[in-house]
């Protein structure tokens, strides 16, 4: 397992989490899901416009990897 850091910033809102998933697209699905869910901090954020939509995953070293990553597990995969 990888650990992954998603940031997503949409419609003026900031979204993170950090994961551990087997790949980067399962790390992508299950963001989607816990943001789906509303299980996601969001923060409304006034430094972007509201129309800019930016997405960024990064693989996170295993010697910076802390606690609070979360182990993805999707209903399908």
Do not use: H, W
Request: net charge negative; with cysteine; hydrophobic share 30%.
């Amino acid at each position: 397992m990888t650990a992954y850091r998603i940031q997503a910033r949409v419609g003026g809102k900031y979204l993170e989490a950090k994961l551990d998933a087997p790949s980067d697209r399962e790390a992508l699905d299950k963001f989607v899901e816990l943001a789906s869910e509303d299980k996601l901090k969001v923060e409304d954020t006034s430094f972007y416009m509201s129309n800019y939509t930016c997405i960024t995953l990064e693989e996170i070293d295993e010697s910076r990897k802390n606690r609070d990553v979360k182990t993805a597990s999707t209903s399908g995969a």
